[in-house]
């Protein structure tokens, strides 16, 4: 808005300007028909009247301006950090002697690659992401020591120090497994190195841990073994426990048949015989058998013609 304003401001200079300087001259009569005869001069008064207007209005031009959301504006006097910050929103300065310096304060990401060793001397790269904001309270001395080349002064040779220092108390496979404990020393240092410059640390992402392609297959093949091993170890559990169960399910077999034999008194055995002839009393139909068993079959018949 306050671009397109300037840019109004600076036309309509220069058509008032052009229409001031410029002074057409024509004939006193038939005007129009001796069209050739018309000439074009310079006023110069109005010419003088239209050059003051254009400085006059170049001068309010560089007075005003707007800082946009999320920014915050550094006043200089003659080039010089004057200490004065401009918040959002129109703003004046004196013309000429002062001029402002937009700086971001908003929350930025920058990616970085660190190249770095274990603990156990394994080759490391740590791809990490820093969300960052410069302290808005702190963005004069900011501009003034760093200028807006912060990221490349101080940021990124900060990531570099702090993932080299951090990833060399770590064997190369505690990087994995104690990922959450190395973002935390990251950060932390991050955190104490950018303060001092006026830059606040919002996060750190660790995206992702690289290592050489013989130490990445030296960590398959372990993990691999380490898997066959406890599955070896859980299919021997099942086995111990199976073979638990059927130990105790024979106990249990025994402890009831001789629960069983305890109980069968010569008194159960004379009524269960009891019992049995009654069924098979009931069963009878009347009817004799033709044969007697013993370590033979006889015929009933032959039985009662010997006794004749």
Excluded at 141 to 162: C, M, N, S
Excluded at 163 to 171: C, E, M
């Amino acid at each position: 808005m306050i671009g397109f304003m300037k840019f109004l401001i600076v036309v309509a200079s220069l058509a008032l300007w052009g229409i001031w300087t410029l002074k057409i001259k024509k004939p006193d009569k038939d005007y129009i028909s001796n069209i050739r005869q018309w000439s074009v001069a310079i006023n110069w008064k109005g010419f003088i009247t239209g050059l003051c207007l254009f400085v006059v209005a170049i001068v309010f031009i560089s007075s005003i301006g707007m800082i946009t959301a999320g920014h915050r504006g550094v006043v200089l006097s003659f080039g010089g950090v004057t200490g004065r910050i401009l918040g959002e929103g129109f703003y004046v300065i004196i013309p000429l002697t002062q001029s402002v310096e937009v700086m971001s304060v908003r929350v930025e990401a920058y990616e970085a690659v660190a190249a770095s060793a274990s603990r156990d001397l394994q080759e490391v790269s740590t791809k990490i992401t820093l969300n960052y904001w410069v302290d808005p309270a702190e963005v004069g001395r900011v501009f003034q020591t760093l200028g807006h080349f912060y990221e490349d002064r101080i940021i990124k040779p900060a990531i570099q120090e702090a993932v080299k220092a951090s990833t060399a108390q770590f064997d190369a496979e505690k990087l994995i497994t104690e990922r959450p404990l190395v973002k935390e020393k990251i950060e932390l240092m991050l955190t104490e190195r950018l303060k001092v410059h006026g830059i606040r640390v919002d996060a750190v992402s660790l995206t992702d841990f690289s290592f050489s392609p013989d130490f990445t297959k030296a960590i398959e093949a372990k993990v691999t073994a380490s898997q066959l091993a406890l599955k070896a170890q859980r299919d021997l559990e099942r086995i111990k426990t199976e073979a638990q169960q059927k130990i105790e399910s024979a106990k249990a077999e025994a402890e009831a048949l001789r629960l069983q034999k305890e109980q069968v008194t010569p008194a159960l055995l004379q009524l269960r015989r009891i019992e049995n002839e009654r069924i098979a009393l009931e069963k009878w139909d009347g009817r004799l058998p033709t044969v007697v068993t013993g370590n033979s079959a006889v015929p009933i018949m032959d039985i009662f013609g010997a006794a004749k």
